[in-house]
């Protein structure tokens, strides 16, 4: 079985006051036991500040989006080589907020995605569907549709993830049931298997969308669920550790 991964996805939150966290993270998982992959991923300009006050460390840092170019005249955007150079290991593509607010489509996100490999950094691919196509009985055609969108068959000569979040799941404290996480999971792995054969039978599949203290031990125990990607919950260490105990 493949390791679960732990992902805190910090979003636009995060001054250097708040590497105090990250320091928190890392003290209270030195002491724990955990199977897991531990990564933290702050905005890009805490990444590198980050990855010093955690080196030595079990836990990873990754970024939030990377461009799919890896330079040139793109003002205000930052490459994976530039990620990896800061300290990265892996990088978040495709998140439905960037979907939404930076019109990311499917082929950008597949762009994106193969952009992290090239750069050596290990891409999280998320994909989810809106409450709309969850009550037209379409989620499931939706995601299984932006994995095979998004998911280049070169991916399938090194490691990825894919995280599943339904969009009106993310930070509504609202989450789906653990029957429709377990069904969402085994269609995804599937159309996993179908694209990167082996190593979509091996890639991590995510949950994310309001995952919390209170919840993740159920969720994470449901099958096919490799893990989590925490938003509001990992700003805290706290919170962020008793979710990573979970596992
Ligand atoms: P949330 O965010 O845990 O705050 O719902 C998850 C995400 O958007 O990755």
Redesign the pocket.
């Given at each position: 079985m493949t390791t679960p991964l732990i992902a805190g996805?910090w979003k636009m939150n995060g001054l250097a006051a708040d590497l105090e966290q990250a320091r928190a993270v890392a003290a209270g998982l030195g002491a724990a036991t955990s199977t897991a992959r531990v990564v933290l991923c702050p905005p890009a300009t805490l990444l590198a500040r980050m990855a010093a006050v955690l080196s030595g460390t079990p836990i990873l840092v990754g970024a939030q989006d990377c461009h799919e170019r890896p330079s040139g005249p793109f003002t205000g955007d930052v490459s994976a080589g530039m990620l990896a150079d800061a300290g990265a290991s892996l990088v978040i593509v495709g998140?439905s907020?960037r979907r939404a607010a930076h019109g990311e489509t499917n082929a950008k996100v597949a762009a994106k995605a193969l952009a992290a490999r090239r750069a050596g950094l290990e891409p999280i691919i998320c994909v989810g569907e809106s409450r709309a196509e969850r009550d037209a009985g379409r989620a499931i055609d939706v995601i299984c549709g932006q994995v095979a969108a998004c998911v280049d068959r070169r991916l399938a000569d090194g490691a990825f993830a894919i995280a599943y979040?339904p969009i009106w799941?993310?930070?509504s404290g609202v989450t789906p049931t653990a029957a429709e996480i377990a069904l969402a999971h085994a269609a995804l792995r599937g159309a996993l298997i179908d694209c990167a054969s082996e190593r979509g039978a091996a890639a991590p599949i995510l949950y994310?969308?309001?995952?919390n203290p209170g919840n993740a031990a159920e969720i994470l125990a449901i099958a096919e669920v490799g893990g989590a990607?925490?938003?509001?919950?990992s700003l805290e260490a706290a919170d962020f550790l008793a979710i990573v105990g979970a596992v």
């Open positions: 996805n998140h907020e979040e799941a993310i930070g994310g969308g309001s995952v990607l925490v938003g509001g919950a």
